[in-house]
């Protein structure tokens, strides 16, 4: 097909089709900027909603949780939570004072010599056990053999055994005081 148009009125043929092209691409991609806006708009008021009613569920289990018994029982678990978190912190030093006391008990010990106590304590962090046995001895020699047997132990250092224990010969009271160090 020929077309005998005049160029001027190509040119605004072609200048309409153009127009007519931007107005429907400019048009479908404002209504799709209109439909996203709405879905969005739509989405936030919906979150928006959920929130509402989560916040009104949270202050009802709030008001429902802050009863004098519900208060005790919380300041009963954070009690009892501290506790154990002591007693973590003391299991994960490693004393094991079953061991500390074998030591004492398995040292070979004179006839006349009974202990009427002992004490265990933990010292330090490096898991050294503070031990102090009062007891009665027979006889000085007893006694002196006792905390021999004591000393001759790899890990008990620091024996102390006060100077007024021996002033008597003989049905002795004494207090002797020592540590175990952990052995290495």
Do not use: W
């Amino acid at each position: 097909m020929i077309n005998l148009l005049p160029q001027k009125e190509k040119q605004e043929l072609l200048f309409q089709k153009n127009r007519n092209l931007v107005i429907v691409l400019g048009s479908t991609a404002i209504i799709f900027l209109i439909c996203l806006a709405l879905v969005l708009l739509s989405i936030k008021f919906y979150i928006l909603q959920i929130i509402s009613n989560e916040k009104a569920i949270l202050k009802d289990a709030e008001e429902k949780y802050q009863t004098p018994n519900s208060l005790l029982f919380l300041d009963s678990l954070k009690k009892n939570n501290a506790d154990l978190s002591i007693m973590d912190s003391f299991y994960k030093k490693k004393a094991y004072l079953s061991d500390d006391l074998k030591t004492i008990l398995q040292t070979q010990r004179p006839d006349g010599i009974t202990f009427n106590s002992i004490s265990l304590g933990q010292t330090g962090s490096d898991n050294r056990v503070k031990i102090s046995i009062l007891g009665t001895s027979a006889t000085r020699d007893e006694l002196l053999s006792f905390k021999d047997n004591i000393t001759s132990q790899a890990s008990v250092k620091n024996i102390y055994l006060p100077p007024e224990n021996l002033v008597k010969p003989t049905n002795i009271s004494f207090n002797l005081n020592f540590e175990i160090h952990p052995v290495k």
